[in-house]
């Protein structure tokens, strides 16, 4: 089954390589969509893709690469639109 999932990801999670660790993982699972910084420090992304797969990346998310520091994760599960041919960072 497809599925969307939109993450804010808090903590100490810019700087870490938290968006290159996760586009990394996304592409090897498939699935697509992209991450991004926010101005505040936390993490925003977007994922798409088979439940499966996108539910390894979502818990990758939860935890980080080594040095990050997630502190809380705000997901919400939308309709999945299909609109992504691949995941990006986004700047």
Same mark, same amino acid.
């Given at each position: 089954?497809?599925?969307?999932?939109?993450?804010?990801?808090?903590?100490?999670? =810019?700087?870490?390589?938290?968006?290159?660790? $996760?586009?990394?993982?996304?592409?090897?699972?498939?699935? $697509?969509g992209w991450i991004?910084?926010?101005?505040?420090?936390?993490?925003?992304?977007?994922?798409?893709?088979? =439940?499966? =797969? +996108?539910?390894?990346?979502?818990?990758?998310?939860?935890?980080?690469?080594?040095?990050?520091?997630? =502190?809380? +994760?705000? +997901? $919400?599960?939308?309709?999945?639109?299909?609109?992504?041919?691949?995941?990006?960072?986004?700047?």
């Amino acid at each position: 089954m497809k599925m969307r999932a939109h993450m804010v990801i808090q903590g100490r999670v =810019q700087g870490v390589f938290f968006r290159w660790e $996760t586009r990394r993982r996304a592409q090897n699972e498939g699935v $697509t969509g992209w991450i991004r910084n926010l101005p505040d420090g936390n993490v925003e992304a977007v994922f798409e893709g088979e =439940q499966v =797969q +996108v539910d390894r990346v979502v818990d990758f998310c939860r935890k980080g690469p080594l040095g990050a520091r997630v =502190q809380s +994760v705000q +997901v $919400t599960y939308e309709k999945f639109l299909g609109e992504f041919s691949d995941f990006r960072i986004k700047l």
